[in-house]
């Protein structure tokens, strides 16, 4: 399902939200050759959708050459990432409630 959402992701940024085959391989090779963070982070944002199929939810069309995601794509995709970004917020913040004051860098806010 990452792969998935990896193709989601990209054709977000797409213009026009499209894009050829040849052009969806470049950029998954790139994603997934660049380091361990994305893959985790795909891996992590696909987790609460594991029933995610992109064709069969109709989230990208196909059309002669190229695929292009549609409304639903997007905001399929941005609910997903909204979800992401309030766990990972409330992991820094669960973190920091459980560091002594003293071991917070000093950009951090005190907790008083």
Known sequence: ????????????????????IEVVKQHLAI?????????????RIA?????????????????????IITEEGRKALETLEQLDRGTM????ERQIAQEPEDQLPPWCLSRE
């Open 47 to 67: 987790g609460r959708a594991p029933q995610l199929d992109i064709f069969g939810q109709t989230l990208i069309e196909r059309e002669a050459g190229c695929w």
């Open 89 to 92: 917020r409330g992991q820094v």
């Open 1 to 20: 399902m990452s792969f998935q959402l990896s193709i989601l992701k990209m054709l977000a940024g797409q213009p026009h939200g499209r894009a050829g």
């Open 31 to 43: 994603y997934y050759s660049s380091g361990p963070e994305w893959p985790a982070r795909m891996k």
